[in-house]
């Protein structure tokens, strides 16, 4: 088994700053990748970014590129998501996931391919 617990949502103006932590455990996660994901009010859940734990590896969401950096401390089992220069079309409830099986050198994108999910985060931007 495998948890995730996310934490360091709040509410934020636009144009400011704030920081995810996804606190894993239950395994060793040299092998997998992370993932945080959002859902808006009335939309479908959708990637945001990925990383793998070995080797760094990334993959963004479009809509994020230059202003969130996910990253990762091994020691720590945590994986943070870095959210700069938000906008209200940012606000929505943000999950990380753990894909288990991807292959060496793959990040996905898609929603299916990860088996664990946490509780989910509010991060609400104001105008």
């Known amino acids: 088994q495998v948890q995730l617990v996310e934490s360091g949502g709040g509410l934020v103006q636009a144009g400011g700053s704030l920081r995810l932590s996804c606190a894993a455990s239950?395994?060793?996660?040299?092998?997998?990748?992370m993932g945080w994901f959002r859902q808006a009010p009335g939309k479908e859940r959708e990637f945001v970014a990925a990383?793998?734990?070995?080797?760094?590896?990334?993959r963004y969401a479009d809509s994020v590129k230059g202003r969130f950096t996910i990253s990762r401390d091994n020691a720590k089992n945590t994986v943070y998501l870095q959210m700069n220069s938000l906008k209200p079309e940012d606000t929505a409830v943000y999950y990380c996931a753990a894909d288990l099986n991807a292959l060496p050198g793959f990040v996905g994108s898609s929603t299916g391919r990860y088996d664990y999910w946490g509780q989910g985060t509010q991060v609400t931007v104001s105008s």
């Open positions: 990383i793998r734990w070995s080797g760094g590896n990334t």
């Open positions: 239950g395994r060793t996660f040299n092998s997998y990748v």
